[in-house]
């Protein structure tokens, strides 16, 4: 089992008396880190006020820039621009395991998130888990393949998930459900992006004990196969 990935946050960072947002993990290996800053250059204008911190890895030992704006009434939460290079995915990760349509989409969202569009980053989300779900589907149910991917998410769900659904809250099954224009009046509107990644990481989790779970049948098979072939 891989150890299990907590998500991605920023976090504020304190180096030579100045609080920088970075991310928690790092952009070339993805486990959960504490950086080690190495030095930091300010970029400015009459426009900005940008500060870019260099940071290191303690754990694969590569080095990557986080840029921040310490412009004018910007706040603290607001500082995080990006990071070089940006944050994705590599094969420590449990995403490995999944299509490469998804990897696309997740990474996107992820990004989207990280640089504030919490929108798009959430419709991102929601198109990721239908394509996690219908990919576990099609491995579990190989026969039923064009339903599944003509289907939409909550049909899926449904039809081919009949084990999982109990996971989905009432709420979370609503937000599946409804138009944008529905709930994002509410203002629980960007506690669902949390339970729908947090749904994210339980089907990735599921999907890596799924294809463990084949390996070791396949590998029984062929022992019993070979055992008979003996005798
Ligand atoms: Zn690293």
Excluded: W
Excluded at 89 to 106: A, C, D, G, P, V
Excluded at 210 to 226: D, G, P, S, V, W
């Amino acid at each position: 089992m891989q150890k299990h990935e907590t998500k991605l946050k920023k976090v504020s960072y304190e180096y030579d008396d100045k609080e920088y947002i970075v991310i928690s993990k790092c952009p070339h290996c993805n486990l959960d880190i504490h950086p080690n800053a190495e030095d930091s250059k300010d970029l400015e204008n009459d426009n900005f006020k940008i500060r870019v911190i260099s940071l290191n890895c303690p754990s694969c030992k590569n080095h990557y820039f986080i840029f921040n704006d310490f412009g004018e009434g910007v706040p603290a939460n607001g500082k995080y621009l990006f990071s070089i290079p940006m944050y994705g995915f590599n094969e420590h990760s449990l995403i490995k395991n999944t299509s490469k349509k998804f990897q696309s989409l997740y990474t996107q969202s992820i990004n989207t998130e990280l640089l504030g569009y919490k929108d798009i980053s959430f419709f991102g989300y929601i198109k990721s888990l239908e394509i996690l779900l219908k990919d576990i589907a099609v491995i579990e149910h190989p026969e039923s393949e064009d339903q599944i991917l003509f289907c939409n998410l909550t049909t899926c769900l449904e039809q081919f998930h009949a084990t999982n659904i109990h996971l989905f809250s009432n709420k979370l099954l609503e937000v599946l459900k409804c138009d944008y224009l529905h709930y994002q009046k509410t203002d629980s509107f960007f506690s669902y992006i949390d339970l729908v990644k947090d749904c994210i990481d339980y089907f990735l989790l599921y999907l890596e004990l799924l294809l463990k779970t084949i390996t070791i049948n396949e590998n029984n098979k062929l022992i019993n196969e070979a055992k008979k072939g003996a005798n």
